[in-house]
C-alpha cells in the first residue's frame, strides 16, 4: 500500500466514512472481532474490500474509526441537552446513556462496544479511546450535578461519585439489556435509577421532569 493512500482514514468523506463504521459495527455484531474481516465489512456495505483496504491498513484501524464516530456521536447528543435545566439534562442524559432498545443502531453501538471492552486490556488504542469516552462522559454529569447544586435544585451530593454511579449503572445496564437480550430488567433498572435521582440527588420540592413522573 501506498504511502499517499491515506491508510489511517483521515481522508474518507464524512457521508463514506459513516457508511463504513456503521457496516464495522454490524459486522462485528455478528461476528466479533476474532471474526472481523475487510471482508465480512464489506459484506455490510455499499463500499468495496478494495476501498476498505485503500484506506485503511487493517481491521484495528477499522475498528479504530468506529470508536471515534461513537464517541462523537453519543458526545453530539449530550451536548444537545446542554439548553435544558440540569434537572432535565439528568434525567434526558441517563435515559440517553440507558439507551433506547427500539433503536437497532444505539442497539448495534452498545453490542460492539461491550465486544470491544474485552479486549481493551490488551490493545491500547481501544482502551485509550474507551477510556476517553468514559471520562468525557463522567465529566459532562458531574457538571450536570454541580450545575443542579449550584442552582438549587440538587442536593449538595459529590458530583463525581454521582456521576460515576449514573455512569456505571447505565453502562451496565445497557450492555446486559443490548448485548444479552435482557429486555425485562431495562424497565426495573430506569425505575430504580431515576427513584434513586428523585430521593437522593433533587433537591427537597423539585418534581422530576414531567416526563419521568
Not at 500500500?1 to 454490524?26: I, K, T
Not at 476474532?34 to 485503500?54: C, P
Not at 431495562?186 to 433533587?202: G, H, I, P, Q, S
Request: proline residues 4%; aromatic residues 8%.
Amino acid at each position: 500500500m501506498s504511502e499517499e493512500s491515506g491508510a489511517d482514514g483521515e481522508d474518507v468523506p464524512e457521508p463514506a466514512r459513516a457508511e463504513v463504521v456503521q457496516s464495522v459495527l454490524r459486522a462485528l455484531a455478528e461476528h466479533g472481532y476474532a471474526g472481523l474481516t475487510t471482508k465480512r465489512v464489506a459484506a455490510q456495505s455499499d463500499k468495496s474490500e478494495a476501498f476498505l483496504f485503500y484506506h485503511y491498513d487493517t481491521k484495528e484501524d477499522l475498528v479504530v474509526a468506529f470508536l471515534e464516530w461513537a464517541v462523537e456521536r453519543l458526545s453530539r447528543r449530550l451536548a444537545a441537552l446542554d439548553d435544558e435545566d440540569p434537572v432535565t439534562r439528568l434525567y434526558a442524559a441517563c435515559d440517553l446513556l440507558l439507551g433506547d432498545t427500539d433503536d437497532e443502531l444505539d442497539r448495534g453501538i452498545n453490542v460492539a462496544m461491550m465486544e470491544l471492552l474485552s479486549h481493551a486490556p490488551h490493545n491500547e488504542r481501544f482502551h485509550d479511546r474507551l477510556v476517553d469516552y468514559e471520562r468525557a462522559v463522567l465529566d459532562d454529569l458531574a457538571g450536570v450535578v454541580q450545575e443542579g447544586i449550584d442552582a438549587g435544585v440538587f442536593r449538595p451530593v459529590d458530583p463525581e461519585a454521582t456521576a460515576a454511579y449514573l455512569l456505571m449503572t447505565t453502562d451496565g445496564t445497557a450492555g446486559a439489556v443490548m448485548a444479552l437480550g435482557m429486555d425485562d430488567v431495562d424497565a426495573m433498572v430506569r425505575a430504580r435509577l431515576f427513584d434513586y435521582v428523585e430521593r437522593t440527588v433533587l433537591a427537597e420540592g423539585v418534581d422530576p421532569p414531567a416526563d419521568w413522573q
